[in-house]
């Protein structure tokens, strides 16, 4: 391997590739609060013997490079055989005990990167900022569920599904069974409750550099991170992402979303105050 003078690399070069990679496994840091970390960036966009160097340590350690630029930093994601991977399922079993609850965080995680960035140009402009509250999340998602109700009734389907049955005909009537807040006389969040489960979910997605804290209005407000928009990329073309938005609960036109209402909507199992989130660019 040459360097971009036709020389060979060093073992301080694979170093620094290594200090590089070792930057992109810091979820928070951003190459403009480092210095160190700003001009390795920039040299793996420069310098193509390192950027490959740099690529090959990743990829060494299980790693998938997303990007590496000045707005996202190194962003990885880990592969599934990696040591720093983190499976839905690990974070879930951590977060609660019962299955049912396992299956609500999955939710709320698909939930808030759909309403994060509804529309496929939202993905594709790195400029865009999408902000959610956790009580946005959670009216979006019993919204959700009323259209998955209408659409079974329509369809002669009431009885309950198969526990196995996939996408998210089976998810609806668990999520709108669960309590919004918990039964507590001053309506605090339960964890149990589901915008207790969000609560839990987006703060996974904060400590993992996705989302950013901005308020406390709305159960929490959050924006989103370059980081978040590479990996809902990643993720955008799956069954259930595709699903949840073809329901068109979060119609989007001119850069601004909001919940659409049902035919018969009369508030009922939705958090007062909801605070549903807008989209708008950066």
């Keep these: 391997m040459r360097d971009r003078e036709g020389g060979a690399l060093t073992a301080g070069d694979v170093?620094?590739?290594?200090?590089?990679?070792?930057f992109g496994l810091q979820p928070k840091l951003l190459p403009a609060r480092d210095a160190e970390y700003a001009e390795l960036i920039r040299r793996h966009r420069e310098d193509p013997g390192f950027a490959r160097t740099a690529d090959a340590v990743a990829a060494g350690l299980g790693l998938i490079v997303l990007e590496v630029s000045p707005r996202a930093g190194m962003a990885v994601a880990a592969a599934e055989d990696s040591v720093f991977a983190v499976r839905m399922g690990d974070y879930t079993r951590r977060a609660a005990s019962d299955a049912g609850d396992r299956f609500l965080h999955g939710l709320a995680h698909l939930a808030a990167a759909a309403l994060a960035f509804p529309r496929p140009e939202d993905l594709a402009d790195d400029g865009?900022?999408?902000?959610?509250?956790?009580?946005?999340?959670?009216?979006?998602?019993?919204?959700?569920?009323?259209?998955?109700?209408?659409?079974?009734?329509?369809?002669?389907?009431?009885?309950?599904?198969?526990?196995?049955?996939?996408?998210?005909?089976?998810?609806?009537?668990?999520?709108?069974?669960?309590?919004?807040?918990?039964?507590?006389?001053?309506?605090?969040?339960?964890?149990?409750?589901?915008?207790?489960?969000i609560a839990k979910a987006v703060t996974f997605l904060v400590d993992s550099g996705f989302l950013q804290r901005t308020g406390d209005e709305a159960g929490g407000t959050y924006r989103t991170t370059a980081r978040y928009q590479l990996q809902v990329r990643d993720m955008a073309g799956s069954s259930a992402m595709a699903e949840l938005l073809e329901l068109g609960v979060v119609p989007v036109t001119d850069g601004t979303a909001s919940l659409l209402p049902a035919a018969s909507d009369d508030g009922t199992d939705l958090v007062a105050d909801a605070g549903l989130p807008f989209h708008t660019p950066a």
């Excluded at 946005?136 to 198969?162: H, K, M, N, Y």
């Design 128 to 197: 865009y900022i999408g902000r959610i509250t956790v009580n946005g999340v959670d009216a979006f998602v019993r919204q959700a569920c009323r259209r998955l109700e209408e659409r079974a009734g329509e369809s002669g389907e009431i009885t309950d599904p198969a526990s196995d049955a996939p996408g998210l005909e089976a998810a609806w009537r668990v999520y709108s069974r669960r309590s919004a807040t918990g039964a507590t006389k001053d309506a605090r969040r339960l964890a149990g409750s589901t915008t207790g489960i």
């Design 15 to 22: 170093a620094d590739a290594a200090r590089l990679v070792g």
